[in-house]
């Protein structure tokens, strides 16, 4: 089994075969960060290109340590210290970046598709870092790498998630990655943040957070939004936290070796209250050291000499 | 029709590992600082051998980790089947230790040579040693065995396989040609 594939842009068209060599190749990596000297020579000689387009610490911050410790070249692009504040077009400084020659970009913008028109137009390899509302590949990568690790097996598992499931390109990608690998999906949330028709990719909806957590192992809360207090999608973040914050209360409804996610940026006390996300069960600092061996078994996965 | 042939068996493999165990023990004076080391995969199941006959002999436990070399190949950049990824378990650091790596076969010394540099990123071993079961020739790299079981003169269009009970299957080493 290898990657074929020239581009990382969802998880919808992954394989199990895919996610789960990917799995195996992000355990192995573990062991690489643990060492004295961080660092192996796999990548030398590479460029690995952060061209990031929305706010990030956590994804940029993974992907530039996962190329450093694999010895690639990795160059850091934003938004805002680019040409695009002199009003390039995406599709220009993406050329211009391809004619200096590198292996890989990375990309994350908040247009869902761009990392998807990048990949028709660059010979690169494209990973997407999320775009838009769409999906988050390596954020579900890193997540099911954790349960996992933790659970043992992903398959069988009851995964609830809890928040914006509309605005959130994590809860599709995961979605996506853990209905193919066997987990039973409920998500909830308030209806306005609810995608019609969220049925369809095989999950349960609900829009009371007890109903979605009742007998859970893994609670996957999503950060919520709080620039879309103002688009009326939910009343005020007090109101929202009333609802749907997870809480040492609610908490009792899953099983009691349920452990608990968060993909970051957290609001505590908004959709997490603090106690939870410093607790015993919490994994949401795992899923930040995963998605260092992630993002390294991609790479590691994606270079390579010509067919 | 593919010719195979027989030519170690399990009696023969055992009584290369005693040996190679005994000249560990004599040419490092005991077990003092000593660290076994096995390549993946078939080197890792020798290294552990190795460490049974030692601990019989001297009555002491000898430390062995399990290196996994592909990430330091020479060849990643230029081959495009990205060989699986195992895992590496160095359980201490290598520091001043009296390093013996063990691998199956010594054929072309690369995985040698990946081996000791990953090694070095372990640590300052004292010394690096190398013991392998069969050493069929054609070095293209400047790397020789402190420990053989078995010399095995062969031509390169043959494939020279070392079978384990641990990998499934009896204890032999087998030389085929390959077209």
């Given at each position: 089994?290898?990657?074929?594939?020239?581009?990382?842009?969802?998880?919808?068209?992954?394989?199990?075969?895919?996610?789960?060599?990917?799995?195996?190749?992000?355990?192995?990596?573990?062991?690489?960060?643990?060492?004295?000297?961080?660092?192996?020579?796999?990548?030398?000689?590479?460029?690995?290109?952060?061209?990031?387009?929305?706010?990030?610490?956590?994804?940029?911050?993974?992907?530039?340590?996962?190329?450093?410790?694999?010895?690639?070249?990795?160059?850091?692009?934003?938004?805002?210290?680019?040409?695009?504040?002199?009003?390039?077009?995406?599709?220009?400084?993406?050329?211009?970046?391809?004619?200096?020659?590198?292996?890989?970009?990375?990309?994350?913008?908040?247009?869902?598709?761009?990392?998807?028109?990048?990949?028709?137009?660059?010979?690169?390899?494209?990973?997407?870092?999320?775009?838009?509302?769409?999906?988050?590949?390596?954020?579900?990568?890193?997540?099911?790498?954790?349960?996992?690790?933790?659970?043992?097996?992903?398959?069988?598992?009851?995964?609830?998630?809890?928040?914006?499931?509309?605005?959130?390109?994590?809860?599709?990608?995961?979605?996506?990655?853990?209905?193919?690998?066997?987990?039973?999906?409920?998500?909830?949330?308030?209806?306005?943040?609810?995608?019609?028709?969220?049925?369809?990719?095989?999950?349960?909806?609900?829009?009371?957070?007890?109903?979605?957590?009742?007998?859970?192992?893994?609670?996957?809360?999503?950060?919520?939004?709080?620039?879309?207090?103002?688009?009326?999608?939910f009343p005020s973040l007090r109101e929202y936290a009333n609802h749907?914050?997870?809480?040492?209360?609610?908490?009792?409804?899953?099983?009691?070796?349920?452990?608990?996610?968060?993909?970051?940026?957290?609001?505590?006390?908004?959709?997490?209250?603090?106690?939870?996300?410093?607790?015993?069960?919490?994994?949401?600092?795992?899923?930040?050291?995963?998605?260092?061996?992630?993002?390294?078994?991609?790479?590691?996965?994606?270079?390579?000499?010509?067919? | 029709?593919?010719?195979?042939?027989?030519?170690?068996?399990?009696?023969?493999?055992?009584r290369s590992l005693t040996r190679i165990a005994f000249e560990i023990?004599?040419?490092?004076?005991?077990?003092?600082?000593?660290?076994?080391?096995?390549?993946?995969?078939?080197?890792?199941?020798?290294?552990?051998?190795?460490?049974?006959?030692?601990?019989?002999?001297?009555?002491?436990?000898?430390?062995?980790?399990?290196?996994?070399?592909?990430?330091?190949?020479?060849?990643?950049?230029?081959?495009?089947?990205?060989?699986?990824?195992?895992?590496?378990?160095?359980?201490?650091?290598?520091?001043?230790?009296?390093?013996?790596?063990?691998?199956?076969?010594?054929?072309?010394?690369?995985?040698?040579?990946?081996?000791?540099?990953?090694?070095?990123?372990?640590?300052?071993?004292?010394?690096?040693?190398?013991?392998?079961?069969?050493?069929?020739?054609?070095?293209?790299?400047?790397?020789?065995?402190?420990?053989?079981?078995?010399?095995?003169?062969?031509?390169?269009?043959?494939?020279?396989?070392?079978?384990?009970?641990?990998?499934?299957?009896?204890?032999?080493?087998?030389?085929?040609?390959?077209?």
């Open positions: 089994m290898k990657l074929t594939r020239k581009d990382i842009l969802g998880i919808q068209d992954f394989s199990v075969a895919e996610i789960e060599l990917v799995l195996d190749t992000a355990e192995s990596f573990i062991e690489v960060s643990t060492r004295e000297i961080k660092k192996v020579p796999t990548l030398r000689g590479k460029t690995v290109i952060n061209l990031f387009y929305e706010a990030s610490t956590r994804t940029r911050t993974s992907f530039e340590i996962a190329g450093k410790r694999l010895s690639a070249d990795t160059i850091n692009i934003s938004a805002s210290t680019s040409s695009m504040v002199k009003g390039e077009t995406l599709i220009d400084t993406a050329k211009n970046l391809e004619a200096m020659n590198p292996d890989i970009v990375v990309v994350r913008h908040s247009a869902a598709g761009a990392p998807h028109l990048l990949a028709g137009l660059l010979k690169q390899s494209i990973i997407n870092a999320g775009d838009g509302a769409h999906e988050h590949p390596t954020q579900a990568l890193l997540d099911m790498m954790t349960i996992r690790a933790k659970k043992g097996r992903i398959a069988g598992l009851n995964v609830a998630i809890i928040g914006d499931i509309s605005h959130s390109r994590v809860a599709r990608s995961n979605i996506y990655g853990l209905t193919k690998m066997g987990a039973r999906v409920s998500v909830a949330g308030p209806a306005t943040m609810i995608p019609r028709g969220v049925e369809t990719l095989g999950v349960a909806a609900y829009t009371r957070i007890d109903d979605a957590i009742r007998g859970a192992d893994i609670v996957m809360m999503l950060r919520i939004q709080t620039e879309r207090e103002k688009n009326n999608i749907f914050s997870l809480n040492s209360r609610n908490i009792t409804l899953a099983r009691e070796d349920a452990l608990i996610m968060h993909p970051g940026p957290m609001n505590r006390g908004v959709e997490i209250s603090p106690d939870i996300a410093d607790g015993p069960r919490s994994i949401i600092l795992d899923q930040v050291t995963n998605g260092v061996a992630v993002r390294m078994a991609l790479l590691y996965l994606l270079t390579g000499g010509d067919e | 029709m593919v010719q195979q042939k027989v030519v170690m068996d399990a009696e023969g493999i055992d023990l004599e040419k490092n004076k005991g077990v003092e600082d000593l660290f076994l080391v096995g390549i993946r995969t078939g080197g890792v199941y020798l290294a552990d051998r190795l460490r049974a006959k030692i601990a019989a002999t001297e009555g002491k436990a000898v430390p062995v980790g399990i290196l996994d070399i592909t990430l330091y190949r020479d060849d990643l950049s230029t081959s495009h089947r990205k060989p699986r990824l195992g895992k590496t378990d160095i359980p201490a650091s290598l520091d001043g230790k009296r390093v013996v790596l063990v691998d199956d076969v010594l054929f072309t010394g690369r995985t040698i040579r990946a081996a000791m540099d990953a090694l070095i990123d372990f640590g300052r071993p004292r010394l690096i040693q190398l013991a392998v079961l069969i050493d069929r020739g054609h070095r293209e790299l400047p790397i020789r065995a402190d420990f053989v079981g078995k010399n095995l003169p062969s031509s390169l269009w043959e494939a020279v396989s070392v079978h384990l009970t641990e990998k499934g299957g009896t204890d032999q080493v087998i030389i085929e040609e390959t077209n």
